[in-house]
């Protein structure tokens, strides 16, 4: 029945909370919310992307785009945005919101083979909307290394979660872990955690 109201004219008109929740009920393992992140989180996640910093932002499961505008609010230019989104139809609106990013349609897991075909240089950040606590453990792991490989030293793999623990443990893995507050306003609350690699 979802399947057949995609393309209803009215469908295509509701807001994006309903959106969410459409994606949520046809695939809950790669759409891990209901709704979108509250506009505090997606500041929150977009501050810790520094400006001086040279190459891509990689968004990874942007959705209906509520963290990708905090990201260009934060002071990064659109061209310098690469959105991987699974869903077809959260593409089409990243593709009309933010015309001057670029947007891809693509599981963020295979991200060697989205480094090999979109980036050319190290990352400046990678910021993750993805459900990671869906996935098995070492799935997180390798997705959080793979893309702590792809940043310059001491930038950041930028994700948020529900949980009180961070997605993989810093003794884990060759990196560092820090997080930050409880962002109240998000619901249900979220905090985001920073994961880099030790600059040598």
């Not at 968004?59 to 690469?82: I, Y």
């Not at 139809?89 to 897991?109: C, N, P, S, T, W």
């Not at 480094?115 to 400046?124: G, M, T, W, Y």
Request: with cysteine; charged share 25%.
């Amino acid at each position: 029945m979802l399947k057949q109201l995609r393309n209803h004219p009215v469908i295509d008109r509701l807001p994006d909370e309903i959106r969410f929740l459409r994606q949520w009920f046809e695939n809950p393992l790669k759409v891990g919310a209901v709704a979108p992140s509250s506009p505090a989180l997606a500041r929150k996640m977009a501050s810790y992307i520094d400006l001086d910093r040279p190459g891509l932002v990689v968004e990874l499961g942007p959705g209906t785009g509520v963290v990708t505008k905090a990201v260009l609010d934060h002071g990064v230019e659109p061209s310098r945005v690469l959105a991987v989104e699974y869903s077809s139809e959260f593409v089409d609106i990243l593709r009309d919101r933010f015309a001057g990013a670029k947007v891809i349609q693509g599981d963020a897991y295979d991200f060697e083979a989205i480094r090999q075909q979109h980036v050319q240089e190290p990352l400046c950040a990678v910021v993750s909307s993805l459900p990671l606590f869906n996935q098995p453990k070492p799935m997180r792991k390798r997705l959080i290394e793979l893309c702590l490989d792809a940043l310059s030293p001491g930038a950041p793999f930028i994700q948020f979660s529900y949980a009180l623990v961070p997605p993989v443990p810093q003794e884990d893995g060759d990196f560092e872990v820090e997080n930050s507050n409880w962002i109240i306003g998000n619901l249900p609350p979220a905090r985001v955690w920073i994961y880099r690699r030790p600059v040598q």
